[in-house]
């Protein structure tokens, strides 16, 4: 059984004979071929090296040894059928430092392919390493981590391993890579601090960092690294081993896991958590991926003409729900966050997975540590999945303990992520206070009118801005005209203000502390260093905003009222006031998540006149924040002129 596909690429599926006349696209298939166990790829030791590969379609397997990445290959040794439609085999000598491919015959048709449970790659990722994991420990590894509370707690700051070091001004001398964010006391202009110390300067909890796994050769290729090259990472290769063009020697397969250790055991130990940015929902291509090699029409969604699938836009969307890229993915996180001690995953395009793997991914990281986050696109998209299994923002109340991205507030406070005139709350948009309401109780149903995805704060990430689309500061550019810089900055601090005081998780992206610019364009994922790279040299001037931020984030932090728990806790205690149009009051009142204030008054100012609104009769009220634009305050009225947020307090 064989079929053309799309780019004019052969495929064949092999022979039903093969496998009873089951066919690979079938359940049956999975309810047939399911295998249960722990020992897919291979289990290293002096003695032997154990390999069992899962290809039930195969009618012959082989395992090839190399002794280097592009040299011929070594030896070739058959595998036995066993069970479940895998293949085993076990080579009794020491094979530390071979490299290794599994050789499949599906049909009439011979495939190469890399393991896809390879934890260790050469260069470009094409051959599988073997190795001793316990051997890549740098000196210092621990599994201890920084303490760290409930969800609502965390602050989120989003970067890109090369972005953050790579700008000449950054005073970092491994620019571009791992080792980059472990070195401390590095300085760049007007001797700013950069890179870790600027990170852990601005107080936040946790660095997402986009996708580290090894990524497709067609974006970055290891081989070529003296010429630019640039990518964001989101076209996966080998999933659970890290990206070699941010080590400091792609071609030694413990070094990139090595550096990679560094790293987080540097971030732990500046009391920093690390996110994983990780690209389940598709892969970089679907025609010669290792899955589509080993076991082709398996591990990918078709449609009813044995097309790919393609929800993504990137060609392909991967068949989470069936049972064995189930487990390899659920098996991956596990991987992930045991043997990297990874404190939270951050999956792309997460609506065009199935609700049951990511409760099974849930269920497993509490096992392993309950604080682990678990975070995600929840878009509602289409793709050749029933769509009550898909995991979007429709079936949250499913998927308790997972996060979903809060594109009401980002759209509220910016104007649609789409419609780059638009406008939002902050830059002058007309009706957007309901939905900047929605966004300030995490989306939670408040009462019959505010209400959204969510059923917990947990299950909300507030965001103004991320790797995706315009930053926040083009947007308000391409939106807002004819305006001073200054007022545009009133804008934006507003919207961080918002993000920062709201409850649920809080999420920023890189530079957004500095008015972050990619000059205007929209998608950056394989544009220059130029666009891409975090510019120090903005932060040096744009310092006071800098200072504004951490001002925000001090708050967030010493206010347990703006994080709290559950939806019961933020009706019994958030209440909106009455404030004219472009204007958001609220009080949390009577020491709201055990606050040290008795109640706090916030209120979101979008104009540049005069404004005046009633204060509740709760008591002696006095300036937290935001003192700048306070023109009077007595015990039952605020007038304030200028954008930005003012929070009061009674502290009695």
Not at 340 to 358: E, K, P, S, V, W
Not at 529 to 544: G, I, L, S, T
């Amino acid at each position: 059984m064989s079929v053309q596909l799309e780019r004019n690429v052969h495929i064949e599926y092999g022979d039903p004979a093969r496998t009873a006349g089951i066919s690979v696209f079938s359940p049956e298939f999975d309810d047939h071929y399911f295998y249960d166990g722990d020992d897919l790829g291979f289990r290293y030791s002096r003695e032997r090296t154990k390999f069992r590969l899962w290809a039930p379609t195969a009618t012959e397997a082989f395992v090839v040894l190399y002794r280097t990445w592009d040299g011929r290959s070594d030896r070739i040794i058959a595998m036995e059928e066993s069970v479940q439609g895998t293949w085993t085999v076990s080579i009794e000598e020491d094979l530390n430092g071979y490299l290794y491919t599994y050789l499949v015959r599906i049909g009439d048709q011979w495939n190469e392919a890399a393991d896809p449970y390879a934890t260790a790659v050469a260069v470009n990722g094409d051959r599988a390493a073997i190795i001793d994991l316990a051997q890549t420990d740098p000196d210092r590894w621990t599994a201890d981590k920084p303490v760290f509370g409930k969800a609502t707690d965390a602050i989120i700051y989003e970067a890109h391993i090369r972005d953050f070091s790579i700008h000449p001004a950054s005073g970092i001398t491994h620019k571009g890579k791992y080792l980059g964010l472990t070195e401390k006391g590095t300085r760049g202009p007007q001797g700013i601090k950069t890179g870790l110390d600027h990170i852990v300067d601005m107080g936040v909890t946790h660095v997402q960092l986009l996708p580290f796994y090894d990524y497709s050769t067609q974006s970055v290729d290891e081989t070529r690294l003296d010429v630019p090259q640039y990518n964001w990472g989101y076209d996966p290769k080998n999933y659970n081993a890290p990206e070699g063009s941010y080590a400091t020697d792609p071609y030694t397969p413990k070094t990139r896991i090595r550096e990679l250790k560094q790293l987080i055991q540097t971030l732990h130990d500046e009391g920093l958590r690390v996110i994983m940015d990780v690209v389940y929902n598709h892969v970089y291509d679907g025609y010669v991926v290792n899955f589509t090699k080993l076991v082709p029409g398996y591990y990918l969604r078709y449609n009813d003409r044995r097309e790919f699938s393609n929800g993504s836009g990137c060609g392909n969307d991967v068949a989470s729900e069936r049972k064995m890229m189930s487990k390899f993915i659920v098996e991956s996180v596990v991987h992930w966050a045991t043997e990297y001690h990874i404190d939270g995953f951050r999956f792309d395009l997460m609506g065009l997975l199935d609700t049951a793997t990511m409760n099974e991914i849930r269920h497993r990281l509490d096992m392993i540590d309950p604080s682990i986050l678990t975070i995600g696109e929840g878009w509602i998209m289409e793709t050749e999945l029933p769509s009550h299994r898909r995991a979007n923002q429709l079936q949250a109340g499913e998927m308790k303990g997972i996060g979903f991205f809060n594109d009401v507030i980002r759209d509220g406070l910016r104007g649609h992520v789409f419609e780059a005139r638009d406008r939002g709350f902050v830059s002058g948009g007309e009706g957007r206070e309901h939905v900047v309401k929605i966004g300030v109780t995490a989306c939670i149903p408040y009462d019959d009118w505010i209400k959204g995805f969510a059923h917990e704060p947990s299950q909300t990430v507030n965001y103004a801005e991320c790797h995706d689309n315009h930053t926040l500061w083009d947007k308000i550019l391409v939106s807002v005209d004819g305006e001073e810089n200054e007022l545009r900055r009133q804008m934006h601090r507003l919207a961080s203000s918002i993000v920062l005081t709201s409850q649920g998780i809080s999420f920023l992206h890189a530079g957004q502390e500095f008015c972050r610019t990619k000059y205007g364009f929209e998608n950056s994922y394989n544009l220059p260093d130029e666009v891409n790279r975090v510019d120090w040299e903005r932060c040096a001037e744009y310092q006071e905003d800098v200072q504004y931020m951490k001002d925000l984030i001090k708050l967030r932090k010493e206010h347990p009222a703006f994080r709290l728990e559950t939806a019961e806790l933020i009706r019994q205690h958030l209440v909106f006031e009455a404030s004219p149009g472009r204007t958001v009051a609220y009080t949390l009142r009577n020491h709201a998540g055990g606050d040290s204030a008795q109640h706090l008054y916030v209120l979101y100012n979008a104009r540049q006149d005069l404004v005046s609104v009633d204060l509740p009769d709760l008591g002696d009220w006095k300036v937290l924040h935001g003192s700048e634009t306070v023109r009077h305050i007595s015990e039952n009225k605020l007038e304030v002129q200028g954008i930005g947020m003012i929070v009061l307090a009674v502290t009695g």
